[in-house]
């Protein structure tokens, strides 16, 4: 045998093994890419779920008469402000996270003044409709937590794929960008104060 059919033969020997492994790490890569997005589909499933509770609150709020309606408002604007913003999972930018997450920010924000105010209405919290739903509201932010934490996990594993050496190399060629994950909420580093 030649040195030249050698070369040949490693040269094509190479590239078979450059070949295998671009396909091998581009179905990976694949694989993550979904994973992260059925995260985000769970993400979302939550948070609906909250939102689908949210009408049944307010019913069973309405029946105390002097409720505020103002609270009332506030919750009613938040929820349609909420299920109004919606982010594709092959489209996860920062900027539209940020957003998802300032609106679900605020209709949290908005039932937990309900929920507040809720306590100065002892009619309303012996409703045994209410003491339901608000422990099903309490279950529900319990899954949205794992769903985020779940979320943020498939994130992670994704970025260390698209970032990691040679693989950097595919993701690029291919398109595959890391992605962001939730982050906690500006000012939420500050204990909240608590007056007696």
């Known amino acids: ?108 924000q908005a039932l937990g003044r309900l929920l507040v105010v809720s306590e100065n209405y002892p009619n309303l919290r012996a409703n045994d409709a209410f003491r339901g739903l608000q422990a099903q509201l309490e279950g529900t932010e319990n899954r949205i937590k794992v769903a985020r934490n779940d979320f943020n996990d498939a994130v992670q594993t994704y970025n260390v794929k698209v970032r990691s050496f040679p693989m950097n190399l595919f993701a690029g060629m291919f398109g595959f960008k890391s992605k962001e994950g939730f982050k906690a909420e500006a000012g939420s580093e500050k204990a909240p104060e608590v007056k007696f």
């Open 1 to 108: 045998m030649s040195t030249r059919n050698i070369v040949l033969i490693v040269i094509g020997a190479l590239l078979l093994i450059l070949g295998f492994s671009g396909c091998n790490g581009y179905n990976g890569l694949v694989q993550q890419d979904e994973a992260v997005a059925n995260a985000w589909n769970k993400v979302q499933s939550d948070y609906q779920r909250r939102s689908d509770l949210i009408p049944n609150l307010v019913n069973t709020v309405k029946g105390e008469a002097n409720f505020e309606q103002t609270t009332l408002q506030n919750v009613i604007a938040a929820r349609a402000s909420a299920t109004q913003m919606k982010v594709d999972a092959k489209d996860l930018t920062p900027e539209k996270l940020q957003q998802f997450q300032a609106s679900q920010g605020q209709l949290s």
